[in-house]
């Protein structure tokens, strides 16, 4: 007889969904579902968890641990059992420093998996050991930085409020792909009151095709239609010069400085019409209930944290945010107070070790000194929660560098990824459904345990067993070492004064949304005079410069050329999330092939048809795909959606071969999104 257990999907999603899983024996599940009772899921997931029994119980999972036979990346693999293959890791970890000092060992993971438990092991590995540190940005740094320059701390208005908005502004996201949650929210606001749906994106993505309003501009240049639309909210009035003077600072440097920057001169940056411009800010200006719902994609430029603060300065202007439904939302991660000592070995955390950036993996396996931080050649790696070979910038130095015939590389993996496909020993890796781990959302506000459903297939480990063990082979000395994730998990909320771990878990969830005048800023926002800054001390918060002083339009870090007349966009896939689930037949069934979106136009200039085979390209290598004329760009850019595996490409090199690993200002990142590209027929 089949029952729904509770559980909390884990993937790298701000909607960390609550789950109900259907479980029809100890080592297989059925149909899953989201939870109806829990206040932001509402029942919702996207359909690519809900056959969630496809990936767990695909017969291309790896059960075994398996050791390279042949030359890297020739898929000659032997099976051998979990002592031999930690024997081996242990040995060229302890190997790696005795010639080179810890440092040349660098334990590599992200965000395969968001459980604090499962995803932080490898970090008390790291601290305890002095291995080099992670300086992780590939994905939120340059959205954080530029949330934080104004803001003082990530966090925002609750996003179930979009039910009370009359105005919902998605920027620089596509939520019916990458978070139906927030759909579900935007559906009640324009049933229940008549809501307007504003879409601000490069492309007619899937949310832009069901808003009201779409404002397709070109890639790169949020900022300046921010601009020119606050400049319309001074010179209309509809600025609350009440609120300005109680919760802002730099006030008059800002109107100002907008005095320029009129919806003429964003026109011609943005490529959208001046009347577009005027009517969105009238819009916005004269709805007090006006939600801006801001996402990662805009952010994703060299230019991506000077945006970011550009457009949050919007509901400071109007004062939205003294309204229910009003204000803005990028992410929530400031409001959960979780301690992660125990978890991560926070307390043996060493700055003075170096740190290198995960964005800057090629460039740091080929010997790059910038990117080797002034240590050490990195020798020695475990991979664990992400697929570098494919997410990365730079793919083909990426590959480059896993080749080395002197790295040692060990991946803990679910399926054969690319990266796993150049490692030297292959570990079995358990999914979610098959370890216990706590779980915090990301674009909403509960805290939430997913305890293990079912029975792992094989030999299949979790994150936490693999760095136990590794800990005891290396000689690593931590508490943590000797416990369980469950009771890594209860430590963590009785360290955060939170009910323990069995409390929650029967209760389901832990609502952590801070009260309305919190979650609103209306007690001051997080500076020592309680004011947003309009100018930010971009300084304090990264070492790299080039920013403006105020909110404007910064260039983009690779703009068309003549040689490169096409701006890349290599926006998420609906039915993929990163490079997970596109190992899955229905999902790559569904998503079709690699494809290239033009500009009808564009492909009548280029002599390309429909399905014509194009090649994508600019200094860093060739791309083949797929062409399909599309009128919902702006001529000059061409869009290519999913990380789709190397294989499925004509060629079997991926798109992030085009993508530049040059760092965003002020701390880091990467411009996915800022990228010049030629376009010709194959």
Same mark, same amino acid.
């Given at each position: 007889?089949?029952?729904?257990?509770?559980?909390?999907?884990?993937?790298?999603?701000?909607?960390?969904?609550?789950?109900?899983?259907?479980?029809?024996?100890?080592?297989?599940?059925?149909?899953?579902?989201?939870?109806?009772?829990?206040?932001?899921?509402?029942?919702?997931?996207?359909?690519?968890?809900?056959?969630?029994?496809?990936?767990?119980?695909?017969?291309?999972?790896?059960?075994?641990?398996?050791?390279?036979?042949?030359?890297?990346?020739?898929?000659?693999?032997?099976?051998?059992?979990?002592?031999?293959?930690?024997?081996?890791?242990?040995?060229?970890?302890?190997?790696?420093?005795?010639?080179?000092?810890?440092?040349?060992?660098?334990?590599?993971?992200?965000?395969?998996?968001?459980?604090?438990?499962?995803?932080?092991?490898?970090?008390?590995?790291?601290? $305890?050991?002095?291995?080099?540190?992670?300086?992780?940005?590939?994905?939120?740094?340059?959205?954080?930085?530029?949330?934080?320059?104004?803001?003082?701390?990530?966090?925002?208005?609750?996003?179930?409020?979009?039910?009370?908005?009359?105005?919902?502004?998605?920027?620089?996201?596509?939520?019916?792909?990458?978070?139906?949650?927030?759909?579900?929210?935007?559906?009640?606001?324009?049933?229940?009151?008549?809501?307007?749906?504003?879409?601000?994106?490069?492309? *007619?993505?899937?949310?832009?095709?069901?808003?009201?309003?779409?404002?397709?501009?070109?890639?790169?240049?949020?900022?300046?239609?921010?601009?020119?639309?606050?400049?319309? %909210?001074?010179?209309?009035?509809?600025?609350?010069?009440?609120?300005?003077?109680?919760?802002?600072?730099?006030?008059?440097?800002?109107?100002?400085?907008?005095?320029?920057?009129?919806?003429?001169?964003?026109?011609?940056?943005?490529?959208?019409?001046?009347?577009?411009?005027?009517?969105?800010?009238?819009?916005?200006?004269?709805?007090?209930?006006?939600?801006?719902?801001?996402?990662?994609?805009?952010?994703?430029?060299?230019?991506?944290?000077?945006?970011?603060?550009?457009?949050?300065?919007?509901?400071?202007?109007?004062?939205?945010?003294?309204?229910?439904?009003?204000?803005?939302?990028?992410?929530?991660?400031?409001?959960?107070?979780?301690?992660?000592?125990?978890?991560?070995?926070?307390?043996?955390?060493?700055?003075?070790?170096?740190?290198?950036?995960?964005?800057?993996?090629?460039?740091?396996?080929?010997?790059?000194?910038?990117?080797?931080?002034?240590?050490?050649? =990195?020798?020695?790696?475990?991979?664990?929660?992400?697929?570098?070979?494919?997410?990365?910038?730079?793919?083909?130095?990426?590959?480059?560098?896993?080749?080395?015939?002197? %790295?040692?590389?060990? =991946?803990?993996?679910?399926?054969?990824?690319?990266?796993?496909?150049?490692?030297?020993?292959?570990?079995?890796?358990?999914?979610?459904?098959?370890?216990?781990?706590?779980?915090?959302?990301?674009?909403?506000?509960?805290?939430?345990?997913?305890?293990?459903?079912?029975?792992?297939?094989?030999?299949? *480990?979790?994150?936490?067993?693999?760095?136990?063990?590794? $800990?005891?082979?290396?000689?690593?000395?931590?508490?943590?070492?000797?416990?369980?994730?469950?009771?890594?998990?209860?430590?963590?909320?009785?360290?955060?004064?939170?009910?323990?771990?069995?409390?929650?878990?029967? $209760?389901?969830?832990?609502?952590?949304?801070?009260?309305?005048?919190?979650?609103?800023?209306?007690?001051?926002?997080?500076?020592?005079?309680?004011?947003?800054?309009?100018?930010?001390?971009?300084?304090?918060?990264?070492?790299?410069?080039?920013?403006?002083?105020?909110?404007?339009?910064?260039?983009?870090?690779?703009?068309?050329?003549?040689?490169?007349?096409?701006?890349?966009?290599?926006?998420?896939?609906?039915?993929?999330?990163?490079?997970?689930?596109?190992?899955?037949?229905?999902?790559?069934?569904?998503?079709?092939?690699?494809?290239?979106?033009?500009?009808?136009?564009?492909?009548?200039? %280029?002599?390309?048809?429909?399905?014509?085979?194009?090649?994508?390209?600019?200094?860093?290598?060739?791309?083949?795909?797929?062409?399909?004329?599309?009128?919902?760009?702006? *001529?000059? =850019?061409?869009?290519?959606?999913?990380?789709?595996?190397?294989?499925?490409?004509?060629?079997?090199?991926?798109?992030?071969? %085009?993508?530049?690993?040059?760092?965003?200002?002020?701390?880091?990142?990467?411009?996915?999104?800022?990228?010049?590209?030629?376009?010709?027929?194959?």
């Amino acid at each position: 007889m089949s029952t729904y257990v509770s559980t909390v999907c884990p993937h790298d999603c701000p909607s960390t969904c609550a789950l109900e899983v259907e479980r029809l024996a100890p080592d297989r599940i059925g149909k899953v579902r989201g939870a109806a009772g829990n206040s932001y899921t509402a029942g919702v997931i996207c359909a690519k968890v809900s056959r969630y029994a496809e990936r767990l119980h695909n017969p291309n999972r790896i059960t075994r641990p398996l050791l390279r036979t042949g030359p890297k990346g020739s898929g000659q693999w032997a099976p051998i059992g979990w002592d031999e293959a930690l024997d081996r890791i242990a040995d060229a970890f302890n190997t790696a420093e005795a010639r080179y000092g810890a440092e040349a060992v660098w334990p590599y993971y992200y965000a395969g998996t968001m459980g604090l438990v499962q995803r932080g092991a490898i970090q008390r590995l790291r601290h $305890a050991k002095g291995y080099s540190r992670q300086i992780s940005t590939v994905c939120d740094t340059p959205a954080n930085m530029g949330w934080m320059a104004g803001y003082g701390d990530i966090r925002g208005a609750d996003p179930r409020e979009m039910a009370d908005s009359d105005l919902i502004v998605n920027w620089g996201g596509n939520p019916v792909a990458t978070q139906v949650n927030v759909m579900t929210h935007i559906a009640r606001a324009r049933k229940g009151r008549g809501a307007t749906l504003v879409t601000i994106d490069p492309y *007619r993505n899937g949310t832009a095709e069901v808003s009201d309003r779409h404002l397709m501009l070109r890639p790169g240049t949020d900022g300046a239609l921010a601009c020119a639309v606050m400049h319309v %909210l001074f010179k209309e009035g509809m600025a609350d010069r009440a609120y300005l003077a109680r919760y802002a600072q730099d006030t008059a440097a800002l109107e100002s400085h907008l005095d320029s920057r009129t919806p003429e001169w964003a026109a011609a940056i943005t490529g959208l019409s001046v009347e577009e411009i005027i009517g969105f800010a009238r819009l916005y200006g004269t709805t007090p209930r006006s939600y801006l719902r801001l996402g990662y994609g805009f952010t994703r430029t060299h230019n991506g944290a000077a945006q970011m603060h550009a457009v949050s300065c919007l509901p400071v202007v109007t004062g939205a945010w003294q309204h229910r439904g009003g204000g803005a939302l990028y992410c929530s991660s400031g409001i959960f107070k979780l301690d992660r000592t125990l978890a991560e070995g926070l307390d043996r955390l060493d700055r003075r070790v170096r740190g290198m950036d995960q964005a800057l993996i090629g460039r740091v396996l080929t010997g790059d000194p910038a990117a080797l931080a002034g240590g050490p050649p =990195v020798m020695a790696m475990l991979v664990q929660n992400t697929n570098p070979a494919a997410i990365c910038p730079e793919q083909a130095l990426v590959r480059r560098g896993l080749m080395r015939d002197d %790295l040692f590389v060990a =991946v803990h993996e679910q399926v054969m990824t690319e990266t796993a496909q150049l490692a030297d020993l292959v570990l079995p890796a358990t999914m979610f459904l098959e370890h216990d781990d706590i779980y915090r959302g990301g674009g909403q506000m509960h805290i939430q345990i997913g305890a293990k459903v079912v029975d792992a297939p094989g030999d299949a *480990r979790e994150n936490l067993w693999v760095i136990h063990e590794l $800990a005891r082979r290396v000689g690593a000395e931590h508490p943590g070492f000797a416990m369980t994730a469950w009771e890594i998990i209860d430590t963590m909320l009785r360290a955060s004064s939170l009910p323990d771990a069995e409390t929650l878990h029967a $209760a389901r969830w832990y609502d952590a949304q801070p009260d309305f005048e919190t979650s609103h800023f209306l007690k001051g926002f997080p500076w020592p005079d309680g004011r947003f800054r309009f100018a930010p001390d971009w300084a304090a918060l990264g070492p790299l410069g080039g920013l403006p002083p105020l909110p404007d339009h910064m260039e983009p870090g690779r703009p068309a050329d003549a040689e490169h007349p096409f701006r890349l966009v290599t926006a998420p896939a609906r039915q993929f999330l990163n490079t997970s689930f596109n190992e899955t037949p229905t999902s790559q069934k569904r998503e079709g092939r690699p494809t290239a979106l033009l500009h009808p136009d564009d492909c009548a200039g %280029l002599g390309i048809g429909d399905g014509t085979l194009v090649r994508l390209g600019n200094g860093q290598g060739v791309v083949s795909v797929h062409a399909h004329p599309f009128a919902g760009v702006q *001529r000059g =850019v061409v869009i290519v959606e999913g990380l789709w595996p190397d294989a499925a490409f004509v060629d079997g090199v991926g798109i992030n071969t %085009l993508t530049s690993a040059v760092s965003v200002p002020p701390a880091g990142g990467v411009g996915f999104h800022d990228t010049a590209v030629w376009v010709r027929a194959a």
